[in-house]
């Protein structure tokens, strides 16, 4: 089956750490995006990818870090700089001529303690 | 630049109930305009798009969408509301093909159903 995975679901840290988000797609797609997901507020770009090794900001990239070494893989890092870290964070994946249609993850919802 | 606005952050019916889901945009392009389903702690799944084809478009689960310029509006409808229809409903928007499959989102829409 083609799809999005995440990991984990479930993802706690300590305040001042570092983690590392996860998401790994088999559906061939050129583009692939984080989006943070706060009650209320809809979703909010944080990073976007339109090809290996390139990537661009979105609109609050701020205290997170990403990497596109491989077509099918886009992880997130959630740095101590992020002064608001908890929330429900989906990754998605596009392709190229796809009319935009994004196809996404199940998520991955990260608290800080 | 493109934005949408979803009207009411929440929305309840009655089982059997017509439902009826607010979407306006702003778009400087032809628009393509989506509707997205999340129930809880879930992904985010497709249930209709318009991509500048017919303007009424039928999706998933019985919703289907009517693209009106005229009104920048694409509203989600679905006859009868069953009790599995309560989730968290997302319109968003593209520039038709050339911002390269970025979205904006609405805020959403919680869908409540009552038996």
């Known amino acids: 089956d083609g799809g999005i995975t995440q990991s984990p679901k479930y993802l706690f840290r300590k305040e001042g750490q570092n983690v590392t988000l996860s998401c790994e797609q088999n559906?061939?797609?050129?583009?692939m995006y984080w989006y943070r997901q706060d009650p209320g507020q809809g979703l909010r770009l944080i990073y976007y990818s339109q090809i290996v090794n390139d990537f661009q900001k979105g609109d609050i990239a701020e205290g997170y870090s990403v990497s596109r070494e491989k077509k099918e893989s886009f992880p997130l890092t959630v740095t101590s700089a992020q002064k608001n870290p908890t929330a429900f964070y989906l990754c998605?994946?596009?392709?190229?001529?796809?009319?935009?249609?994004?196809?996404f993850g199940p998520g991955t919802r990260l608290t800080v303690l | 630049a493109q934005s949408v606005t979803q009207l009411g952050s929440h929305v309840s019916v009655s089982e059997g109930a017509l439902v009826l889901l607010r979407c306006n945009y702003s778009s400087s392009v032809p628009p393509y305009l989506f509707w997205y389903v999340q129930y809880p702690n879930q992904g985010l799944q497709l249930l209709l798009k318009?991509?500048?084809?017919?303007?009424l478009v039928k999706g998933i689960n019985g919703f289907e969408a009517e693209f009106k310029k005229s009104e920048t509006s694409f509203h989600l409808t679905k006859p009868s509301a069953h009790m599995s229809d309560a989730a968290e409903y997302f319109c968003?928007?593209?520039?038709?093909?050339?911002?390269?499959?970025?979205?904006?989102f609405g805020q959403g829409t919680i869908l409540t159903v009552h038996p």
């Open positions: 998605a994946s596009h392709q190229a001529g796809n009319t935009d249609t994004q196809y």
């Open positions: 318009y991509t500048s084809a017919a303007t």
């Open positions: 968003a928007v593209s520039a038709g093909g050339t911002s390269y499959g970025k979205l904006t």
């Open positions: 559906l061939n797609h050129d583009a």
